[in-house]
């Protein structure tokens, strides 16, 4: 089945610091891909919409100056927490409908990012 | 509103059946997913509903109501490495997006 992938799986680093997530389709093509974040004991909450060749959209009250999101292939959209702060500790996980699919398709999602700022 | 709800934890013995519930507000509603997440890990996909029924796949079950805005997924002969948490989550029309439930953390016991 459609395979995604995330690195880095986990990313300790001090406050102010900016920290890059990859997410990469790795046998299908993604036009679209999905940020979410989840806090502890939490369910997943949409962050943006990440569009090949153009511009994300971002859910409400989500900063997009701070989760720079980049989708320059069919393959790769890159999250940037930009100035990381504890309050951005959190497991950011990514998703990809798969190839060719229609609605009924699933999504597939990366096996997540863990992030630990300090 | 986005509204899904589902209980927040439940607990069953090994080798029972557990139904978890979720309800949701119909508006823009397109289809209905279950996924499957154990601690720290990403979600893993069960099910997807769009038409009324019932649709089984092993063990799992899964239960859509439209008009009453309602699924279920139904566990058989649990296992212990059914315990997890139960993500609900539907799709609006015309749009992948998925909105999720808070979950269900299911705790199976001997």
């Known amino acids: 089945g459609a395979v995604v992938s995330q690195h880095p799986s986990w990313v300790i680093c001090k406050s102010g610091t900016s920290v890059k997530i990859e997410c990469r389709s790795l046998d299908f093509q993604a036009t679209t891909m999905f940020w979410y974040r989840q806090f502890p004991k939490q369910s997943l909450m949409l962050m943006a919409t990440?569009?090949?060749?153009?511009?994300?959209?971002?859910e409400q009250g989500v900063e997009k100056d701070k989760f720079l999101i980049n989708h320059a292939s069919l393959t790769l959209s890159t999250l940037t927490v930009t100035s990381a702060h504890p309050e951005d500790s959190s497991f950011y996980i990514c998703s990809a409908p798969s190839a060719g699919g229609g609605l009924a398709e699933t999504q597939y999602f990366g096996p997540g990012t863990r992030l630990l700022v300090l | 509103g986005q509204n899904i709800d589902q209980p927040t934890e439940m607990t069953a013995t090994e080798g029972a059946i557990v139904q978890i519930n979720c309800t949701y507000q119909t508006s823009g509603f397109n289809g209905l997913f279950w996924y499957q997440q154990h601690a720290g890990e990403a979600p893993t996909f069960l099910s997807y509903?769009?038409?009324?029924g019932l649709e089984e796949k092993g063990r799992f079950s899964s239960f859509l109501s439209r008009s009453k805005g309602y699924s279920y997924l139904l566990l058989k002969e649990l296992q212990m490495k059914d315990s997890a948490s139960y993500l609900c989550?539907?799709?609006?029309?015309?749009?992948?997006?998925?909105?999720f439930g808070k979950g269900t953390k299911l705790s199976v016991i001997p």
């Open positions: 990440s569009n090949e060749g153009s511009k994300a959209t971002y």
């Open positions: 509903n769009v038409l009324d």
């Open positions: 989550a539907k799709t609006g029309a015309g749009s992948y997006q998925l909105t």
